[in-house]
T-cell receptor
Framework: EPEVTQTPSHQVTQMGQEVILRCVPI?????FYWYRQILGQKVEFLVS????????KSEIFDDQFSVERPDGSNFTLKIRSTKLEDSAMYFC??????????????FGQGTRLTVV | GESVGLHLPTLSVQEGDNSIINCAYS??????FIWYKQESGKGPQFIID?????DKRQGQRVTVLLNKTVKHLSLQIAATQPGDSAVYFC????????????FGSGTRLLVRP
């Protein structure tokens, strides 16, 4: 069964450092997402991406965050200067369709980011 | 703004019994709803979805009911199994968004053997 894969599974970084979280979405999917879940809290939407541009982002997704699809298979989330409060589980997701013909998003297993 | 709440944070059921997990949402314009299951240390896993033009949808051992009048969803799991133990989220999609899902805080389902 096709799945979304994320690497690494756990990333520890020092405050102020840049970090890149990587995702390989399901191969025929066109819409890509990042969500995060701070320990013990809700899953929160960060950003959606389609046709090589951001289609929607939340207020959490400030200038410290960026996304990129550098090639035909990877989808990355970069945090330029990490803060302690960026510590969370980050989930990548993809869906075959989006917009008003939305289909379900499939989530990866997540990358646990710990900022020390 | 959109908010999603769960009626019960933890639900404990006997193996083999039916489970009902409830979800209230606040945005009456939400038009698409997904139930996800999240096991410890894993990402949300799709269970079933329903669009706002339906009031019931059935899957394998699961049924989702949508009551738009009172802005309420329920997920019914038949013959609950130990593997069903997880946190369950309903995730409405706001009408003013084409992409994002709003997750609630979740209900933890514990299945007693």
């Amino acid at each position: 069964e096709p799945e979304v894969t994320q690497t690494p599974s756990h990333q520890v970084t020092q405050m102020g450092q840049e970090v890149i979280l990587r995702c390989v979405p399901i191969s025929n999917h066109l819409y890509f997402y990042w969500y995060r879940q701070i320990l013990g809290q809700k899953v929160e939407f960060l950003v959606s991406f389609y046709n090589n541009e951001i289609s929607e982002k939340s207020e959490i997704f400030d200038d410290q965050f960026s996304v990129e699809r550098p090639d035909g298979s990877n989808f990355t989330l970069k945090i330029r200067s990490t803060k302690l409060e960026d510590s969370a589980m980050y989930f990548c997701a993809s869906s075959a369709q989006g917009g008003r013909t939305n289909t379900e998003a499939f989530f990866g297993q997540g990358t646990r980011l710990t900022v020390v | 703004g959109e908010s999603v709440g769960l009626h019960l944070p933890t639900l404990s059921v006997q193996e083999g019994d039916n489970s009902i997990i409830n979800c209230a949402y606040s945005n009456s314009a939400s038009d698409y709803f997904i139930w996800y299951k999240q096991e410890s240390g894993k990402g949300p896993q799709f269970i079933i979805d329903i669009r706002s033009n339906m009031d019931k949808r059935q899957g394998q051992r699961v049924t989702v009911l949508l009551n738009k009048t009172v802005k309420h969803l329920s997920l019914q799991i038949a013959a609950t199994q130990p593997g069903d133990s997880a946190v369950y989220f309903c995730a409405p999609r706001p009408m003013d968004s084409s992409y994002k899902l709003i997750f609630g805080s979740g209900t933890r389902l514990l299945v007693r053997p």
